[in-house]
């Protein structure tokens, strides 16, 4: 049966963390057998502390730290080899090597530094309306991919067709942006003949694995990349990345079936954050943004961007649990408001419409449908008593021991997305996580 990890909001929430916890939690009783990335590439970064280490991945399934589960990189995702090589050789230098515990899926697509280049280029066509994106070429791979140009993992294993192919790939890139600056594909065919045998190892056909594990009746732990606002369908668009982050993903990108899940587990972050350009409703300019940036060292694990800080908002909360189905939710960094007095959340959206010669105010309980609208947006705010001088979550592993007004603030959420919250983030480490029977 399979666990699904997926992001509620626009990334960073700390799934990585969460992922590592149930991984560990698990080796006692019934370890996961593989733990799988469904989605996305490197633009995604997952930050895991262990024994007081901090472990960053980005295109590796956070589970290459745990020496129990077979790691695969699904064929939903997008994969820049080097990147794959590079990740591998930073954990070996801590003390972990993955070798004999990580797959790539064959149909996965490659992302080549030609991609990189087209980021680049198409972002900044786009001046003051860019979106924001990593420049790490996922963007541009989805759409090789899409117009069924791209080339997958197995293909960079046939030398002959690989070659062919990127040239024709990189001729056609070349007509269509004017040039290619600072790009070229003779290079990227000789960096990939010297990794070819090296990669071969990796290289998987996933389905009959999957299959298999399916069959067996074996835990399956699937890592979902970025969130569900960064939903190619769903999300906020355009500023989304270009591969489906919710639930859906999760069976595209795998061959899992839907029905072997045992748990949809929602990562929700007790507050808001995010990175890159687009709306943000309850974006705070002020002391409070300050605080949660600062307090919650909120800095892109992949970019090193500064993330825009802001209170929780439930609107968007629930919109998430309509279309990931959450069972059970983990709320992260609750500690992060241990110095509020009180603390401001957003429950709903109020949108000024026009109307017979003046105008009329809506009151939505989930973000609208465009984006210019979503700009538009008023937040409908709920002051709740924080619990500064009476006690603190920080460090905090049983929920009898919270304070009193950090346990309200919990079942606040609760309600108001309509999911039981089971695992309470209260610091970085794996051992700072509260387990509520529910």
Known sequence: MATIVLGSSWGDEGKGKLIDVLLHAAEQNDPFKLCARCAGGDNAGHTVEINGQSHDVHILPSGVLSPYAINLIGAGCVVHIPQFFLEMEKLKEKGVDATDRILISSR????????????????????????????????????????????????????????????????????????????????????LDKVRE????????????????????????????????????????????????????????????????????????????????????????????????????????TTKRRRRCGPMDIPMLRYSRLLNHYTILNLTKLDILDTFTTIPVCVGYTLEEPH????????????????????????????????????????????????????KYVEFVEREIGVPVKYIGTGPGRESMIVRQI
């Open 356 to 407: 017979n010669n003046s105008s009329l105010v809506k009151l939505l309980e989930f973000p609208p449908d465009n984006v210019k609208d979503y700009a538009r947006v008023k937040p409908v705010w709920r002051e709740l008593e924080g619990w500064k001088g009476a006690g603190k979550v920080q460090g905090v592993k049983v929920w009898e021991q919270l304070p009193e007004n950090a346990k």
């Open 198 to 301: 090296q990669l071969r190892p990796f290289v998987v056909d996933q389905v009959p694995l999957i299959a298999g594990l399916q069959r067996e009746g074996k835990p399956i732990l699937v890592e979902g990349a970025n969130a569900l606002m960064l939903d190619l369908n769903y999300g906020n668009y355009p500023f989304v990345t270009s591969s489906e982050t919710g639930l859906p993903g999760v069976f595209s990108g795998l061959a899992l079936s839907p029905r072997n899940v045992k748990e949809v587990i929602g990562v929700v972050k007790a507050y808001t954050t995010k990175v890159g350009a687009g709306p943000f409703p309850t974006e705070d300019f002020g002391e409070l943004g300050e605080t949660l940036q600062r307090d919650g060292r909120e800095f892109g694990v």
């Open 108 to 191: 996965a697509h490659v992302i080549f530094r030609l991609h990189h280049t087209i980021d680049g280029i198409e972002e900044r066509a786009l001046g003051k309306d860019e979106i924001g994106t990593t420049k790490r070429g996922i963007g541009p791979a989805y759409a090789s991919k899409a117009a069924r140009s791209g080339i997958r993992v197995r293909e960079v294993l046939d030398k002959s067709e690989v070659d062919h192919r990127l040239r024709t790939m990189a001729e056609g890139a070349n007509r269509q942006h004017g040039g290619l600056p600072d790009y070229d594909v003779e290079e990227e065919i000789a960096e």
